[in-house]
């Protein structure tokens, strides 16, 4: 079974500073990975995805993570982040498809909180 | 705005108590996912519908229930309600439930709160 461990539960940085939001996975076929952003009093909204080809993935708001096969990890990193950038931010797998269900399988998040 | 809606936004009842909660997924989304987020088990995958299918459940209890209807909305129905059913209910759809892109898209979520 798959599974997303989210090695931080809090982030705390400074405005403009570099972030990295850890992930790792664990399952024993290949896999989706993909990271979801939730704003307060919002839901869940994709911020990027990596399915195949290349490892390092650009999302938006300048967001990229990067797929390691051989750790298991798709961390997802910001060089310069911004009060905005506050939010809790969820890694997701996904095995495809067997069956015909696409489920995701969520880690329990990260909060990241920009202070000025 | 992703184009799901949920009704409604907020719902506080009492234990034993049923509730019904709505979404309506993005226009010609075939596939409708409920989740379930709580402090302390995170988001935990309840169901999946696809054209009115059912495709694969996850943690759902005997007591919850949902359905599918032909014109794509659905319901998840929450009876004999515990103090633990207390959570944020989440529908999600994406435009297929085969290809594997995983691309869900997210309502604002349903709060329910069971005193």
């Known amino acids: 079974a798959q599974s997303v461990t989210q090695l931080d539960s809090q982030v705390p940085v400074f405005e403009e500073a570099p972030v990295e939001l850890r992930c790792n996975y664990s399952?024993?076929?290949?896999?989706?990975l993909f990271w979801y952003v939730q704003y307060p009093n919002q839901g869940l909204q994709l911020l990027l995805k990596y399915l195949s080809g290349s490892t390092l993935v650009k999302g938006i708001n300048g967001f990229e993570a990067e797929f390691n096969k051989s750790q298991t990890s798709f961390h997802l990193r910001k060089p310069s982040v911004h009060i905005s950038d506050t939010a809790e931010y969820f890694c997701a797998v996904s095995e495809p498809p067997q069956g015909g269900s696409e489920k995701l399988v969520f880690g329990k998040g990260t909060k990241l909180t920009v202070n000025p | 705005d992703s184009g799901v809606t949920q009704t409604p936004k907020h719902l506080i009842t009492a234990t034993g108590q049923r509730v019904t909660l709505r979404c309506s997924p993005r226009?010609?989304?075939?596939?409708v996912y409920w989740y379930q987020q709580s402090l302390d088990q995170g988001l935990q995958f309840l169901i999946h519908y696809y054209n009115g299918e059912e495709r694969a459940k996850g943690n759902i209890l005997e007591r919850f229930s949902a359905q599918q209807f032909p014109d794509l909305h659905s319901e998840l129905n929450l009876s004999s309600l515990e103090l633990g059913d207390s959570a944020l209910y989440f529908c999600a759809s994406s435009a297929t439930g085969l290809a594997g892109t995983g691309e869900l898209f997210f309502g604002e979520g349903s709060r329910l709160t069971v005193l």
């Open positions: 226009s010609g989304d075939l596939s």
């Open positions: 399952s024993s076929v290949s896999v989706y």
